[in-house]
Protein backbone atom coordinates (compact mmCIF):
# COMPACT_ATOMS: atom_id res chain seq x y z
CA UNK A 1 0.00 0.00 0.00
CA UNK A 2 1.43 3.71 -1.31
CA UNK A 3 0.20 6.35 1.22
CA UNK A 4 0.65 10.31 1.76
CA UNK A 5 -0.41 11.58 4.39
CA UNK A 6 -0.91 15.79 4.97
CA UNK A 7 1.41 16.68 1.85
CA UNK A 8 2.45 20.08 1.96
CA UNK A 9 4.43 21.70 -1.06
CA UNK A 10 4.70 25.32 -2.30
CA UNK A 11 7.04 26.15 -5.10
CA UNK A 12 9.32 29.66 -5.30
CA UNK A 13 7.92 30.32 -1.95
CA UNK A 14 8.31 34.16 -1.31
CA UNK A 15 8.71 35.22 -4.87
CA UNK A 16 6.09 36.69 -6.75
CA UNK A 17 5.73 33.32 -8.49
CA UNK A 18 5.00 31.49 -5.48
CA UNK A 19 2.52 28.63 -6.01
CA UNK A 20 1.43 26.23 -3.29
CA UNK A 21 0.54 22.85 -5.22
CA UNK A 22 -0.18 20.76 -2.58
CA UNK A 23 -1.78 22.17 0.80
CA UNK A 24 -2.90 19.37 3.47
CA UNK A 25 -3.48 16.64 0.84
CA UNK A 26 -3.64 12.88 1.72
CA UNK A 27 -3.64 9.99 -0.75
CA UNK A 28 -4.11 6.15 -0.84
CA UNK A 29 -3.33 3.30 -3.13
CA UNK A 30 -4.63 -0.68 -1.90
CA UNK A 31 -2.15 -3.05 -2.51
CA UNK A 32 -2.68 -4.29 -6.04
CA UNK A 33 -4.81 -1.43 -7.44
CA UNK A 34 -4.08 -0.16 -11.22
CA UNK A 35 -4.91 3.72 -10.56
CA UNK A 36 -5.29 5.51 -13.70
CA UNK A 37 -4.51 9.72 -12.87
CA UNK A 38 -5.53 12.47 -15.33
CA UNK A 39 -6.06 16.32 -14.75
CA UNK A 40 -4.70 19.36 -16.72
CA UNK A 41 -1.46 20.84 -16.79
CA UNK A 42 -0.80 22.38 -13.14
CA UNK A 43 -3.18 20.02 -11.57
CA UNK A 44 -0.70 18.56 -9.10
CA UNK A 45 0.03 14.84 -11.35
CA UNK A 46 3.67 14.82 -11.95
CA UNK A 47 4.14 17.25 -8.81
CA UNK A 48 2.75 13.66 -6.78
CA UNK A 49 5.17 11.72 -8.74
CA UNK A 50 8.21 13.44 -8.05
CA UNK A 51 7.01 13.25 -4.16
CA UNK A 52 6.75 9.65 -4.16
CA UNK A 53 10.21 9.13 -5.93
CA UNK A 54 11.69 12.02 -4.05
CA UNK A 55 12.56 13.93 -7.17
CA UNK A 56 11.22 16.64 -5.37
CA UNK A 57 10.49 17.11 -1.31
CA UNK A 58 7.34 17.67 0.44
CA UNK A 59 7.76 20.87 2.63
CA UNK A 60 5.82 18.98 5.59
CA UNK A 61 3.61 15.38 5.39
CA UNK A 62 5.11 11.67 5.06
CA UNK A 63 5.50 9.16 2.28
CA UNK A 64 4.73 5.64 3.60
CA UNK A 65 4.84 2.16 1.19
CA UNK A 66 3.14 -0.92 3.59
CA UNK A 67 3.03 1.44 6.61
CA UNK A 68 6.92 1.86 6.56
CA UNK A 69 7.66 6.22 6.38
CA UNK A 70 9.86 6.24 3.25
CA UNK A 71 9.74 10.40 3.55
CA UNK A 72 13.40 10.53 4.40
CA UNK A 73 14.97 8.16 2.03
CA UNK A 74 16.69 9.36 -0.86
CA UNK A 75 15.51 8.88 -4.63
CA UNK A 76 17.59 6.21 -5.05
CA UNK A 77 16.99 3.92 -1.97
CA UNK A 78 13.23 4.44 -2.96
CA UNK A 79 13.90 2.73 -6.47
CA UNK A 80 14.51 -0.45 -4.26
CA UNK A 81 10.57 -0.74 -3.93
CA UNK A 82 9.84 1.47 -6.61
CA UNK A 83 9.85 0.97 -10.64
CA UNK A 84 9.01 4.07 -13.25
CA UNK A 85 8.46 4.42 -16.37
CA UNK A 86 9.30 7.78 -17.84
CA UNK A 87 7.29 9.40 -21.14
CA UNK A 88 11.08 9.27 -22.82
CA UNK A 89 11.83 5.87 -23.73
CA UNK A 90 15.40 6.64 -23.93
CA UNK A 91 15.01 7.54 -19.39
CA UNK A 92 14.77 3.62 -19.01
CA UNK A 93 16.92 2.03 -20.81
CA UNK A 94 20.82 2.16 -21.85
CA UNK A 95 21.19 2.60 -25.55
CA UNK A 96 24.67 2.36 -25.72
CA UNK A 97 24.24 -1.41 -24.24
CA UNK A 98 22.11 -4.45 -25.41
CA UNK A 99 19.23 -5.88 -24.62
CA UNK A 100 21.00 -8.29 -22.38
CA UNK A 101 23.14 -6.09 -20.55
CA UNK A 102 19.90 -4.13 -19.75
CA UNK A 103 17.83 -7.00 -18.53
CA UNK A 104 20.71 -8.23 -16.82
CA UNK A 105 21.54 -4.76 -15.12
CA UNK A 106 17.68 -4.23 -14.34
CA UNK A 107 17.93 -8.02 -12.90
CA UNK A 108 20.74 -7.48 -10.38
CA UNK A 109 18.50 -4.20 -8.75
CA UNK A 110 18.78 -4.91 -4.82
CA UNK A 111 21.06 -7.59 -5.12
CA UNK A 112 24.83 -7.12 -4.25
CA UNK A 113 27.17 -7.46 -7.24
CA UNK A 114 30.45 -8.44 -4.91
CA UNK A 115 32.96 -9.81 -7.21
CA UNK A 116 30.59 -11.59 -9.08
CA UNK A 117 29.89 -10.90 -12.82
CA UNK A 118 27.33 -8.08 -13.59
CA UNK A 119 25.93 -10.30 -16.82
CA UNK A 120 23.76 -12.93 -15.83
CA UNK A 121 24.43 -15.74 -18.66
CA UNK A 122 22.55 -18.59 -16.38
CA UNK A 123 19.56 -16.27 -17.12
CA UNK A 124 19.45 -15.85 -20.85
CA UNK A 125 16.53 -18.29 -21.67
CA UNK A 126 14.78 -16.40 -18.97
CA UNK A 127 15.30 -13.14 -20.31
CA UNK A 128 14.24 -14.86 -23.78
CA UNK A 129 10.91 -16.64 -22.57
CA UNK A 130 10.31 -12.44 -21.12
CA UNK A 131 10.98 -11.02 -24.33
CA UNK A 132 8.35 -13.26 -25.94
CA UNK A 133 5.60 -12.25 -24.44
CA UNK A 134 6.10 -8.99 -25.49
CA UNK A 135 5.94 -10.15 -29.38
CA UNK A 136 7.95 -7.78 -30.58
CA UNK A 137 10.70 -10.11 -31.62
CA UNK A 138 13.26 -9.07 -29.69
CA UNK A 139 13.95 -12.19 -27.76
CA UNK A 140 15.85 -12.96 -30.94
CA UNK A 141 18.04 -9.42 -30.38
CA UNK A 142 19.52 -10.61 -26.91
CA UNK A 143 22.99 -8.63 -28.34
CA UNK A 144 21.53 -5.78 -30.24
CA UNK A 145 22.16 -2.39 -28.59
CA UNK A 146 19.15 -0.73 -27.29
CA UNK A 147 19.51 2.07 -29.25
CA UNK A 148 19.26 0.36 -32.44
CA UNK A 149 15.32 -0.51 -31.65
CA UNK A 150 12.41 1.67 -32.51
CA UNK A 151 10.72 3.60 -29.73
CA UNK A 152 7.91 1.56 -29.24
CA UNK A 153 10.60 -1.73 -28.31
CA UNK A 154 12.44 0.74 -26.20
CA UNK A 155 9.65 1.42 -24.33
CA UNK A 156 8.09 -2.07 -24.26
CA UNK A 157 12.10 -2.90 -22.88
CA UNK A 158 11.82 -0.44 -20.24
CA UNK A 159 8.29 -1.48 -18.61
CA UNK A 160 9.98 -4.94 -18.66
CA UNK A 161 12.80 -3.69 -17.29
CA UNK A 162 11.19 -2.01 -14.55
CA UNK A 163 9.21 -5.13 -13.62
CA UNK A 164 11.78 -7.61 -13.80
CA UNK A 165 13.04 -7.59 -10.52
CA UNK A 166 10.19 -7.93 -7.54
CA UNK A 167 8.82 -4.00 -6.92
CA UNK A 168 6.36 -2.96 -4.27
CA UNK A 169 5.01 0.18 -6.81
CA UNK A 170 5.43 0.73 -10.49
CA UNK A 171 4.84 4.67 -11.59
CA UNK A 172 3.72 4.93 -15.24
CA UNK A 173 4.95 8.43 -16.50
CA UNK A 174 3.06 9.17 -19.41
CA UNK A 175 4.72 6.47 -20.60
CA UNK A 176 2.74 6.30 -23.93
CA UNK A 177 2.92 10.10 -24.72
CA UNK A 178 5.69 9.72 -27.47
CA UNK A 179 4.68 6.71 -29.33
CA UNK A 180 2.42 6.64 -32.22
CA UNK A 181 -0.86 5.58 -31.43
CA UNK A 182 -1.09 2.17 -33.04
CA UNK A 183 2.45 1.65 -30.74
CA UNK A 184 0.77 3.07 -27.86
CA UNK A 185 -1.92 0.32 -28.03
CA UNK A 186 0.22 -2.28 -28.05
CA UNK A 187 2.29 -0.85 -25.16
CA UNK A 188 -1.04 -0.51 -23.05
CA UNK A 189 -1.60 -3.82 -23.82
CA UNK A 190 1.39 -5.06 -21.94
CA UNK A 191 1.44 -2.92 -19.41
CA UNK A 192 -1.72 -3.80 -18.44
CA UNK A 193 -0.88 -7.54 -18.98
CA UNK A 194 2.27 -7.20 -16.75
CA UNK A 195 0.39 -5.20 -13.97
CA UNK A 196 -2.00 -8.25 -13.84
CA UNK A 197 0.38 -10.97 -13.66
CA UNK A 198 2.78 -9.43 -10.89
CA UNK A 199 0.06 -8.00 -8.90
CA UNK A 200 2.30 -5.00 -8.92
CA UNK A 201 -0.19 -2.04 -7.25
CA UNK A 202 0.44 0.63 -9.84
CA UNK A 203 -0.44 4.83 -10.89
CA UNK A 204 -0.46 5.53 -14.28
CA UNK A 205 -0.83 9.66 -15.34
CA UNK A 206 -2.22 9.96 -18.74
CA UNK A 207 -3.34 12.62 -20.74
CA UNK A 208 -5.24 9.72 -22.84
CA UNK A 209 -8.87 9.83 -21.10
CA UNK A 210 -9.45 6.27 -23.17
CA UNK A 211 -6.99 5.08 -21.81
CA UNK A 212 -7.81 6.21 -18.08
CA UNK A 213 -11.50 4.56 -18.52
CA UNK A 214 -10.35 0.97 -20.30
CA UNK A 215 -7.37 0.29 -18.02
CA UNK A 216 -6.89 0.17 -14.81
CA UNK A 217 -9.38 -0.33 -11.72
CA UNK A 218 -9.30 3.22 -10.18
CA UNK A 219 -9.53 6.46 -12.43
CA UNK A 220 -8.85 9.64 -10.53
CA UNK A 221 -8.98 13.37 -11.68
CA UNK A 222 -6.78 16.50 -10.40
CA UNK A 223 -7.23 19.54 -10.25
CA UNK A 224 -5.25 22.57 -8.87
CA UNK A 225 -3.59 20.23 -6.27
CA UNK A 226 -7.29 18.39 -4.83
CA UNK A 227 -8.79 15.33 -6.21
CA UNK A 228 -12.19 16.07 -8.33
CA UNK A 229 -13.14 12.59 -9.82
CA UNK A 230 -12.13 9.21 -7.38
CA UNK A 231 -14.10 5.99 -9.00
CA UNK A 232 -12.80 2.54 -8.31
CA UNK A 233 -14.29 -0.88 -9.00
CA UNK A 234 -17.71 -1.37 -10.53
CA UNK A 235 -18.32 2.47 -10.63
CA UNK A 236 -15.13 3.27 -12.62
CA UNK A 237 -16.56 -0.23 -15.17
CA UNK A 238 -19.80 2.03 -15.67
CA UNK A 239 -17.92 5.35 -16.07
CA UNK A 240 -18.36 6.50 -19.79
CA UNK A 241 -16.19 9.12 -21.64
CA UNK A 242 -18.52 11.87 -21.62
CA UNK A 243 -18.40 11.48 -18.15
CA UNK A 244 -14.87 12.29 -17.54
CA UNK A 245 -14.73 14.13 -20.90
CA UNK A 246 -17.26 17.06 -19.65
CA UNK A 247 -15.56 17.31 -16.17
CA UNK A 248 -12.28 17.58 -17.76
CA UNK A 249 -13.16 20.29 -20.07
CA UNK A 250 -15.08 22.36 -18.05
CA UNK A 251 -11.90 22.59 -15.75
CA UNK A 252 -10.08 23.32 -18.80
CA UNK A 253 -12.40 26.65 -19.55
CA UNK A 254 -12.50 27.28 -15.56
CA UNK A 255 -8.30 27.78 -16.21
CA UNK A 256 -8.83 29.61 -19.70
CA UNK A 257 -6.85 26.55 -21.22
Known amino acids: MLELQNIYKTY ?33 KTSMLNIICNSISPDKGKILINGEDITNKK ?5 KNIGRVYQNPALGTCG ?7 LSMADNKNKPFNLSRGLNFK ?37 LMA ?61 EGNIVLDKYGEEKAKTQLKDVLDLFTSISIECGN
Not at 75 to 79: A, I, L, W
Not at 127 to 143: F, T
Open 96 to 102: DMTIFEN
Open 163 to 223: TISPIDFLILDEHTAALDPKTAEIIMGLTDKLIKEKGISSLMVTHNLRYAIEYGDRLIMMH
Open 75 to 79: EHERY
Open 12 to 44: NPGQVEQIAIFENFSFKIEDGQFVSLVGSNGSG
Open 123 to 159: RKQFYKEQLEQLDLGLENKLNTKVSALSGGQRQALAL
